[in-house]
């Protein structure tokens, strides 16, 4: 297979005149139009007072209707605030109301765009950029809508990357590591080209991780350096580095340490099991909210 990396000024030149023209396929079925009745504001009161945080959800300004009926071609779907508000209302923001970047935002990101079965297009995703900038008014909305339409972009971009690429991933021998990260590198390069650096790194952080993992994995399991024994530590070493990294909870690790610096001084404590265990699940709610909780139970914090 020919480098990809040595196509790399060839596939930005394509790209950059193809795009205009390109459409891709559209929103997920979370945010299709139907004949359901809208949420109302009795129903938002109640679904952003279980918000531990500042999201989206919170700072939805509803509207009674878009300022302007787009009507969709025949197999596109149109956007309505309550199918956006669906798709975006977990995405978090910070203290000043600044959007914050992460996993969670690009799960968001596809929920919205990213639908294999529906075309979408230009009118649509001015449709779609108007609800956000209304409803998050200042700021926040301007934020959003910028970084929804780059995706839009990137995704348009992602489609034809990869049909203009197809038989060389096909080609891609499942125990090839090399032609994996050159293909992988590449499509780094077209993230960062589309969303910018800063915005390409956070978004896909977790991604990264995760295919970062894979490839080292591979690496091990491949190796003739290693015994099996020290193929197992090294595998266990990776698990564990993985879990961290992919934990979506703002200032993870200082509150992590925090938490087990108490956790220990509550184990070393002279009382039974019984109060040892009450008191650590007592610490957990003082660190870390039910939410998060929740995305950690895979880390057994209450274990003695």
Sequence with gaps: MHSIINKKYKWIVVIATVIVGIYIVSPSENIKST?????????????????????????????????????????????????VYKALQHVRLDTQGNLIIDHQTLEALNSTLDDSRLNLDDESIDLLTEIITKSLPGDTGEEVATIVESYYQYLSAEKTFNSMYANELNQLAGDNIEQYQEYYQELAMLRNLYLGDEVSEKLFSTTNNNVNYMLKMMSITQSSEYTQSEKRALSDELNYIRENKNINIENWEERYQNFLREKNNILNAAIDDEQKYIQITDLMNQHFSNEELQSITHLSLNEL
Excluded: L, R
Aim: glycine letters at 0%; a negative charge; aromatic letters at 6%.
């Design 35 to 83: 004949s359901k009745p809208a949420i109302t504001s009795k129903h938002v009161s109640e679904i952003t007072t279980e918000q531990s945080h500042q999201t989206i959800a919170t700072s939805w300004k509803w509207q009674i209707t878009p300022s302007h009926d787009v009507q969709p071609n025949p197999i596109s779907t149109s956007f309505t605030e309550e199918s």
